[in-house]
T-cell receptor, first 111, second 113 residues
Framework: DQQVKQNSPSLSVQEGRISILNCDYT??????FLWYKKYPAEGPTFLIS?????DKNEDGRFTVFLNKSAKHLSLHIVPSQPGDSAVYFC??????????FGTGTRLTIIP | DAGVTQSPTHLIKTRGQHVTLRCSPI?????VSWYQQVLGQGPQFIFQ???????GRGNFPDRFSARQFPNYSSELNVNALLLGDSALYLC????????????FGPGTRLLVL
């Protein structure tokens, strides 16, 4: 039972354009959402988070949008840079600080 | 400031052996969680510890155990290793409380032959 889903295994975007990564969840109890970026042979690096009481959070080039009625969140990266090429994981949490991760989306930025 | 550190970075074991993985959290972080990431999947929650007590456990067999020490560092132990235990084992630390971001270490890559 995959409670957090990232349905796009991969995404390619031209440098300078917007990258949009999507994530869907099924458990309405989730109240905190995070995005992590992962390079090969490294641990996930925290990017940005959002509480369920908000619908948008912005940090520099990164913006996360949360649509609770659709149980959907997205990460926007503008403008995309070559260093953004990595695997991006969406994660969700409720109550007990356990993170439930999606399967990841591999983002490739084309110079 | 030092981030989450894990040791060893890589490990090769054979079936039936046991392994101990170590984690030191970010200074000031009292909560430590362990995750297993197999190839092509997202990390899967194994344990969470706070104040030396287990606060959460994922769907893993009893071969997996962990503990936390007074300095908040932690060990993950896996007994009777199986080929399927081959994975990247990640440790994350956070401040205590809800909606506190978990910060991950670089992981220990375990290969079971």
């Amino acid at each position: 039972d995959q409670q957090v889903k990232q349905n796009s295994p991969s995404l390619s975007v031209q440098e300078g354009r917007i990258s949009i990564l999507n994530c869907d969840y099924t458990n309405s109890m989730f109240d905190y959402f995070l995005w992590y970026k992962k390079y090969p042979a490294e641990g996930p690096t925290f990017l940005i988070s959002i509480s369920s009481i908000k619908d948008k959070n912005e940090d520099g080039r990164f913006t996360v949008f949360l649509n609770k009625s659709a149980k959907h969140l997205s990460l926007h990266i503008v403008p995309s840079q070559p260093g953004d090429s990595a695997v991006y994981f969406c994660a969700a949490e409720f109550g007990n600080e356990k993170l439930t991760f999606g399967t990841g989306t591999r983002l490739t930025i084309i110079p | 400031d030092a981030g989450v550190t894990q040791s060893p970075t890589h490990l090769i074991k054979t079936r039936g052996q046991h392994v101990t993985l170590r984690c030191s959290p970010i200074s000031g972080h009292k909560s430590v969680s362990w995750y297993q990431q197999v190839l092509g999947q997202g990390p899967q929650f194994i344990f969470q510890y706070y104040e030396k007590e287990e606060r959460g456990r994922g769907n893993f067999p009893d071969r997996f155990s962990a503990r936390q020490f007074p300095n908040y560092s932690s060990e993950l132990n896996v007994n009777a290793l199986l080929l399927g235990d081959s994975a990247l084992y990640l440790c994350a630390s956070s401040l205590v409380g809800r909606q506190e971001t978990q910060y991950f270490g670089p992981g220990t890559r375990l290969l079971v032959l």
